[in-house]
């Protein structure tokens, strides 16, 4: 439970079923740490709001510390894909190595059979589970859920799936829970107010060395003051005068250096993906789906080859825009997610 009015609904929801239910916090960050005094989801005051729903739902109330895994699998993985010069998403790193493993975890070791969150996502058992989209579609969460298999989803519950973002607000409300009205965090967890390269000033200052801007022919047009900096399709805070406008088009952490050009170069009609998971058995080596490429981006049509190694080969109906490296590509059959890759 995060403190916040959807993962505060559903326990509600859970208990008003009949279910057995307790509320978990993880403990993900160092609470004394000044960087979270904005921060509205990983400080002291989430613990708090948490455990006042908790007592109004008559319900036990946990919290577990897994600040050492986060730092490890999260953190430390973020900041090493930036030095890098890859754009990684550190939530679905959480996902994937802290939330859904350590939850189901305990959850087993305690007695119950189910992990339940506020996702925005539904599972539908057609007879073996499969992670569609939520009904509204603005605040749909499935994306970040691709890596979830069908053994993990299988004990897995996402009661808001079902509802937009203002029914869930209006059944808060109705319900009396204390966080009805508790605003949303759209920030990195431990990076409030977004600015995640004072973290990597603090904690990799040499991935901040300064080095060349190169023009798609390969020549030095200015200076960059280090590669984390900037991500694929920045324009603005580059500093070079080409009498045209310019973009980030690749980063070369090999040679330190920053590759721009003009709009058109951002273009992309294939892609290559690693870490492939898919949910299910692939509907064949080669198959056609939509691919979305960012958190809150439109799927487009695509057609996917699997390859060897965990990886594969995406190739757009019609050019895209490029996606950084880090980032990841999921793959949807209508509102079903099949799987997701990483793009290289």
């Not at 087993?108 to 939520?134: K, N, S, W």
Request: overall charge neutral.
């Amino acid at each position: 439970m995060s403190g916040g009015v959807d993962s505060s609904l559903a326990a509600a929801l859970l208990v008003e079923a009949g279910h057995t239910v307790v509320g978990v916090t993880l403990h993900l960050w160092d609470g004394d740490d000044p960087r979270l005094n904005q921060s509205l989801c990983c400080s002291q005051e989430i613990v708090e709001s948490a455990r006042r729903v908790c007592a109004q739902l008559g319900i036990d109330y946990y919290v577990f510390n897994r600040r050492r895994e986060f730092r490890r699998h999260v953190i430390d993985h973020f900041l090493d894909e930036y030095a890098q010069g890859r754009t990684p998403n550190p939530c679905m790193a959480c996902n994937r190595d802290i939330k859904f493993r350590v939850l189901l975890e305990r959850a087993a070791a305690m007695g119950f059979d189910a992990v339940a969150t506020g996702h925005y996502a539904r599972i539908c058992h057609t007879p073996e589970p499969q992670l569609h989209r939520a009904v509204d579609l603005a605040k749909d969460q499935s994306y970040m859920l691709y890596m979830l298999d069908t053994d993990t989803l299988a004990r897995v519950r996402f009661p808001l799936g079902g509802y937009t973002k203002a029914e869930v607000r209006a059944m808060a409300g109705a319900r009396g829970l204390a966080s009805a009205e508790r605003p949303e965090s759209q920030d990195i967890c431990f990076v409030p107010g977004g600015d995640y390269r004072q973290l990597l000033i603090e904690e990799r200052p040499a991935s901040l060395l300064p080095g060349p801007i190169l023009d798609q022919h390969g020549s030095e047009i200015g200076r960059h003051d280090g590669l984390p900096r900037y991500t694929i399709g920045q324009r603005r805070g580059l500093g070079v005068a080409t009498g045209t406008p310019v973009y980030v088009t690749a980063i070369d952490a090999a040679r330190n250096a920053l590759i721009v050009a003009p709009a058109e170069a951002l273009a992309r009609d294939a892609l290559t993906l690693s870490d492939v998971h898919l949910i299910a058995t692939a509907p064949g080596a080669t198959f056609d789906c939509d691919v979305q490429l960012r958190a809150h981006g439109q799927a487009v049509p695509a057609q996917v080859t699997i390859a060897g190694g965990g990886s594969a080969h995406v190739r757009f109906a019609q050019p895209q825009r490029a996606s950084a490296p880090g980032q990841s590509a999921v793959f949807y059959q209508g509102t079903r997610v099949l799987g997701g890759g990483i793009v290289v």
